[in-house]
């Protein structure tokens, strides 16, 4: 809707896992650095935590972008099924030929002929578990399983399980205990930094734009943007995508503090309160104007 107005050829904060506009913090290089060297070196099993909307995902999807045709890559992201279909969920991502309703001894069966014809041709075989602090402790030992799949000197699947922070205290279960031994790999995103955030916010204008954004952000909206989103990525989408629709329905190229309080206040509807018009000029005109300084 505003695209035009700003220059842009896509909307810059759409929150969709797009590896076109992963964004590389540290500990995002980092991480996707360690989770390439696992998956390449046929490690086996690799865990990345995160808060919600931290970019696990976004992660990943950039990393299948990466491996392309070297690997087969089977991404879940229901984890809220019985094991038995967990294990139909990764045969059909991978496209195995099933019987109508195959029991778990055949699936396990079929995925296991498929991951050794793919490894006898050179190609990586991968199994991304996206939410996986839904998975129950049976769940989780199916994916042992996979893991048990190897060859003299390969795991020949490569297990990628994202999760939130309570994922941790799930793998702490006895049972899980061998599938823990075999975590080669493991971090936790933390959110962003404010000099992470703002330059966050100039990478997907950028990425976005038809050659340059015709759009600002003052120093005092980026402020408001971080302490609000606590340098939540998916949190940062919410509050600047909201902001370039009330900045265009405004006629401003200029983000400042005001628009972003205004665009926070319209995130989180009051249900309790009235039925005034969001978008009213009078709004703005109860904020105190920041400096107008720029990125």
């Known amino acids: 809707m505003y695209e035009n107005y700003y220059n842009l050829a896509i909307g810059p904060f759409n ?84 019987p109508p309703d195959p029991d778990k001894a055949t699936l396990l069966s079929l995925i296991k002929k498929f991951v050794e014809s793919q490894h006898a041709i050179g190609r990586t075989v991968v199994v991304v578990i996206d939410e996986g602090q839904c998975l129950s402790i049976d769940e989780f030992e199916e994916l042992r399983l996979l893991t048990n799949l190897e060859s003299e000197t390969d795991k020949l699947v490569q297990l990628l399980i994202l999760g939130q922070p309570e994922l941790r205290a799930t793998l702490k279960h006895p049972r899980l205990k061998p599938l823990i031994q075999r975590i080669v790999m493991y971090m936790h995103l933390q959110p962003m930094t404010f000099d992470d955030t703002t330059r966050y916010i100039a990478y997907r204008l950028v990425r976005a734009s038809k050659g340059r954004p015709n759009v600002d952000f003052s120093r005092e909206a980026l402020q408001a943007i971080f302490e609000y989103s606590q340098g939540v990525p998916r949190v940062v989408n919410l509050v600047c995508d909201n902001a370039l629709l009330v900045g265009y329905s405004c006629s401003t190229h200029l983000i400042d503090s005001a628009i972003i309080r205004r665009s926070i206040s319209q995130m989180l509807p009051n249900f309790d309160g009235s039925l005034d018009d969001m978008f009213t000029e009078s709004m703005l005109g109860e904020q105190e104007p920041d400096d107008g300084r720029r990125i």
């Open 15 to 98: 929150n969709t896992p797009n590896s076109r506009f992963f964004f590389e913090t540290e500990q995002h290089r980092e991480a996707l650095a360690k989770l390439e060297y696992t998956v390449r070196n046929r490690r086996g099993f690799a865990l990345i935590t995160g808060e919600i909307g931290s970019g696990k995902t976004t992660l990943t999807r950039t990393l299948i972008r990466r491996l392309g045709s070297d690997a087969r890559v089977a991404l879940v992201n229901n984890t809220r099924v019985s094991s038995q279909q967990l294990l139909k969920l990764i045969a059909t991502e991978f496209q195995i030929e099933m």
